[in-house]
T-cell receptor
Framework: GAGVSQTPSNKVTEKGKYVELRCDPISGHTALYWYRQSLGQGPEFLIYFQGTGAADDSGLPNDRFFAVRPEGSVSTLKIQRTERGDSAVYLC????????????FGPGTRLTVL | SQQGEEDPQALSIQEGENATMNCSYKTSINNLQWYRQNSGRGLVHLILIRSNEREKHSGRLRVTLDTSKKSSSLLITASRAADTASYFCATVGSGSRLTFGEGTQLTVNP
Protein backbone atom coordinates (compact mmCIF):
# COMPACT_ATOMS: atom_id res chain seq x y z
CA GLY A 1 0.00 0.00 0.00
CA ALA A 2 1.05 3.57 -0.54
CA GLY A 3 2.69 5.43 2.30
CA VAL A 4 2.53 9.11 3.13
CA SER A 5 3.50 11.22 0.16
CA GLN A 6 4.61 14.84 0.10
CA THR A 7 5.02 17.26 -2.76
CA PRO A 8 7.16 18.87 -3.84
CA SER A 9 10.23 17.03 -2.60
CA ASN A 10 12.26 20.22 -2.92
CA LYS A 11 11.18 23.84 -3.02
CA VAL A 12 13.45 26.82 -3.50
CA THR A 13 11.91 30.22 -3.08
CA GLU A 14 12.90 33.80 -2.45
CA LYS A 15 12.46 35.68 0.77
CA GLY A 16 8.99 37.20 0.98
CA LYS A 17 7.29 34.69 -1.31
CA TYR A 18 4.34 32.45 -0.50
CA VAL A 19 4.68 28.65 -0.57
CA GLU A 20 2.34 25.70 -0.25
CA LEU A 21 3.46 22.23 0.79
CA ARG A 22 1.18 19.26 0.24
CA CYS A 23 0.75 16.03 2.17
CA ASP A 24 -1.21 12.94 1.15
CA PRO A 25 -1.68 10.70 4.20
CA ILE A 26 -2.17 6.96 4.20
CA SER A 27 -5.70 6.15 3.13
CA GLY A 28 -8.00 5.75 6.12
CA HIS A 29 -5.74 7.58 8.55
CA THR A 30 -7.77 10.23 10.33
CA ALA A 31 -4.91 11.97 12.15
CA LEU A 32 -2.37 14.04 10.24
CA TYR A 33 0.67 15.82 11.66
CA TRP A 34 3.14 18.43 10.43
CA TYR A 35 6.67 18.71 11.79
CA ARG A 36 9.69 20.79 10.83
CA GLN A 37 13.26 19.53 11.01
CA SER A 38 16.35 21.70 10.86
CA LEU A 39 19.76 20.27 10.04
CA GLY A 40 21.21 18.21 12.87
CA GLN A 41 18.10 18.41 15.03
CA GLY A 42 15.06 16.32 15.74
CA PRO A 43 11.70 17.15 14.18
CA GLU A 44 9.64 19.86 15.90
CA PHE A 45 5.87 19.66 16.05
CA LEU A 46 3.86 22.28 14.18
CA ILE A 47 0.20 21.24 14.00
CA TYR A 48 -2.03 18.20 13.88
CA PHE A 49 -5.47 17.44 12.50
CA GLN A 50 -8.00 14.90 13.62
CA GLY A 51 -10.31 14.70 10.65
CA THR A 52 -10.83 18.16 9.15
CA GLY A 53 -10.18 20.21 12.25
CA ALA A 54 -6.88 21.36 13.68
CA ALA A 55 -6.78 19.68 17.09
CA ASP A 56 -3.52 21.29 18.18
CA ASP A 57 -1.81 24.16 16.35
CA SER A 58 0.35 25.30 19.24
CA GLY A 59 3.57 24.46 17.40
CA LEU A 60 3.06 26.95 14.58
CA PRO A 61 5.81 29.53 15.07
CA ASN A 62 3.78 32.59 14.04
CA ASP A 63 0.80 33.70 11.99
CA ARG A 64 2.69 33.39 8.71
CA PHE A 65 2.12 29.65 9.00
CA PHE A 66 -1.26 28.10 8.32
CA ALA A 67 -2.47 24.61 7.45
CA VAL A 68 -5.72 23.19 6.15
CA ARG A 69 -7.26 19.79 5.64
CA PRO A 70 -10.68 20.60 4.13
CA GLU A 71 -11.86 17.07 3.36
CA GLY A 72 -10.09 15.18 6.09
CA SER A 73 -7.51 13.66 3.79
CA VAL A 74 -4.95 15.81 1.92
CA SER A 75 -3.42 18.65 3.89
CA THR A 76 -1.64 21.79 2.76
CA LEU A 77 0.82 23.75 4.86
CA LYS A 78 0.96 27.36 3.77
CA ILE A 79 3.74 29.80 4.59
CA GLN A 80 3.35 33.48 3.82
CA ARG A 81 6.14 36.04 3.45
CA THR A 82 8.82 33.38 3.76
CA GLU A 83 11.98 34.16 5.69
CA ARG A 84 15.42 32.55 5.47
CA GLY A 85 14.85 31.04 8.91
CA ASP A 86 11.95 29.02 7.48
CA SER A 87 14.42 26.88 5.55
CA ALA A 88 14.07 23.32 6.82
CA VAL A 89 12.65 19.92 5.92
CA TYR A 90 8.90 19.87 6.49
CA LEU A 91 7.66 16.43 7.46
CA CYS A 92 4.14 15.13 7.36
CA UNK A 93 2.94 12.06 9.26
CA UNK A 94 -0.36 10.25 9.64
CA UNK A 95 -1.80 7.73 12.06
CA UNK A 96 -5.00 5.69 12.20
CA UNK A 97 -6.34 8.08 14.78
CA UNK A 98 -4.93 10.45 17.36
CA UNK A 99 -5.46 7.73 19.97
CA UNK A 100 -3.01 5.46 18.14
CA UNK A 101 0.37 7.03 18.49
CA UNK A 102 2.45 5.20 15.89
CA UNK A 103 2.95 7.81 13.20
CA UNK A 104 3.98 7.06 9.63
CA PHE A 105 6.14 9.76 8.09
CA GLY A 106 6.45 10.99 4.56
CA PRO A 107 9.80 11.73 2.87
CA GLY A 108 9.52 15.43 3.58
CA THR A 109 9.72 18.63 1.58
CA ARG A 110 13.05 20.43 1.71
CA LEU A 111 12.30 24.15 1.70
CA THR A 112 15.09 26.58 0.95
CA VAL A 113 14.43 30.30 1.26
CA LEU A 114 17.07 32.40 -0.47
CA SER B 1 10.97 22.92 21.81
CA GLN B 2 12.97 19.74 22.24
CA GLN B 3 12.26 17.73 25.36
CA GLY B 4 14.43 14.70 24.93
CA GLU B 5 18.15 14.55 24.96
CA GLU B 6 19.92 11.60 23.42
CA ASP B 7 23.23 10.38 24.59
CA PRO B 8 25.65 9.92 22.95
CA GLN B 9 25.29 12.39 20.10
CA ALA B 10 27.36 10.10 17.88
CA LEU B 11 28.34 6.45 18.16
CA SER B 12 30.64 4.43 15.91
CA ILE B 13 30.90 0.66 16.29
CA GLN B 14 31.93 -2.43 14.33
CA GLU B 15 29.44 -4.75 12.71
CA GLY B 16 28.33 -7.42 15.15
CA GLU B 17 28.73 -5.24 18.23
CA ASN B 18 25.84 -3.98 20.33
CA ALA B 19 24.83 -0.33 20.28
CA THR B 20 23.20 1.41 23.23
CA MET B 21 21.60 4.82 23.03
CA ASN B 22 20.04 6.72 25.89
CA CYS B 23 17.31 9.31 26.05
CA SER B 24 16.21 11.59 28.86
CA TYR B 25 13.06 13.66 29.00
CA LYS B 26 11.58 16.27 31.30
CA THR B 27 7.81 15.99 31.62
CA SER B 28 5.38 13.16 32.36
CA ILE B 29 4.60 10.91 29.42
CA ASN B 30 1.94 8.55 28.10
CA ASN B 31 4.43 6.63 26.01
CA LEU B 32 7.89 6.89 24.51
CA GLN B 33 8.84 5.88 20.99
CA TRP B 34 12.04 5.35 19.07
CA TYR B 35 12.42 6.30 15.42
CA ARG B 36 15.20 5.77 12.89
CA GLN B 37 16.04 8.19 10.13
CA ASN B 38 18.30 7.74 7.17
CA SER B 39 18.44 9.38 3.81
CA GLY B 40 17.08 6.35 2.03
CA ARG B 41 13.93 5.65 4.02
CA GLY B 42 13.10 8.81 5.92
CA LEU B 43 11.79 8.62 9.49
CA VAL B 44 10.62 5.14 10.48
CA HIS B 45 8.88 4.05 13.68
CA LEU B 46 10.79 1.32 15.52
CA ILE B 47 9.12 0.63 18.84
CA LEU B 48 6.70 2.13 21.37
CA ILE B 49 6.85 1.60 25.11
CA ARG B 50 4.02 2.74 27.37
CA SER B 51 4.57 4.54 30.64
CA ASN B 52 3.50 1.48 32.65
CA GLU B 53 5.98 -0.80 30.87
CA ARG B 54 9.61 -1.22 31.84
CA GLU B 55 11.04 -3.21 28.95
CA LYS B 56 10.06 -4.18 25.45
CA HIS B 57 11.65 -6.26 22.71
CA SER B 58 11.27 -6.27 18.97
CA GLY B 59 13.67 -8.43 16.98
CA ARG B 60 17.18 -7.13 17.66
CA LEU B 61 15.83 -4.11 19.53
CA ARG B 62 15.40 -3.82 23.28
CA VAL B 63 13.94 -0.72 24.88
CA THR B 64 13.84 0.07 28.57
CA LEU B 65 11.96 2.82 30.32
CA ASP B 66 12.56 4.23 33.79
CA THR B 67 9.85 6.78 34.53
CA SER B 68 11.33 7.62 37.93
CA LYS B 69 14.52 8.78 36.21
CA LYS B 70 12.70 10.01 33.12
CA SER B 71 15.00 8.03 30.88
CA SER B 72 14.94 5.33 28.24
CA SER B 73 17.52 3.27 26.44
CA LEU B 74 17.57 1.58 23.06
CA LEU B 75 19.80 -1.43 22.58
CA ILE B 76 20.50 -2.80 19.13
CA THR B 77 22.13 -6.21 19.28
CA ALA B 78 24.40 -7.75 16.65
CA SER B 79 24.50 -4.53 14.66
CA ARG B 80 24.71 -4.46 10.88
CA ALA B 81 25.98 -1.86 8.45
CA ALA B 82 22.37 -1.27 7.44
CA ASP B 83 21.64 -0.04 11.00
CA THR B 84 23.68 3.10 10.23
CA ALA B 85 21.23 5.97 10.75
CA SER B 86 20.12 8.65 13.18
CA TYR B 87 18.01 7.40 16.07
CA PHE B 88 15.50 9.62 17.85
CA CYS B 89 13.44 9.13 20.94
CA ALA B 90 10.08 10.86 20.99
CA THR B 91 7.67 11.26 23.86
CA VAL B 92 3.90 11.56 23.88
CA GLY B 93 2.29 13.37 26.77
CA SER B 94 -1.40 14.03 27.26
CA GLY B 95 -1.90 15.00 23.62
CA SER B 96 -0.90 13.27 20.42
CA ARG B 97 2.10 15.26 19.32
CA LEU B 98 5.54 13.66 19.30
CA THR B 99 8.29 15.60 21.07
CA PHE B 100 11.63 14.50 19.66
CA GLY B 101 15.11 14.54 21.10
CA GLU B 102 18.20 15.70 19.25
CA GLY B 103 19.10 12.22 18.03
CA THR B 104 22.08 9.88 18.08
CA GLN B 105 24.01 9.33 14.88
CA LEU B 106 24.98 5.65 14.74
CA THR B 107 27.64 4.44 12.33
CA VAL B 108 28.17 0.70 11.98
CA ASN B 109 31.42 -0.09 10.21
CA PRO B 110 31.53 -3.27 8.13
Amino acid sequence: GAGVSQTPSNKVTEKGKYVELRCDPISGHTALYWYRQSLGQGPEFLIYFQGTGAADDSGLPNDRFFAVRPEGSVSTLKIQRTERGDSAVYLCASSLSDRINEQFFGPGTRLTVL
Amino acid sequence: SQQGEEDPQALSIQEGENATMNCSYKTSINNLQWYRQNSGRGLVHLILIRSNEREKHSGRLRVTLDTSKKSSSLLITASRAADTASYFCATVGSGSRLTFGEGTQLTVNP
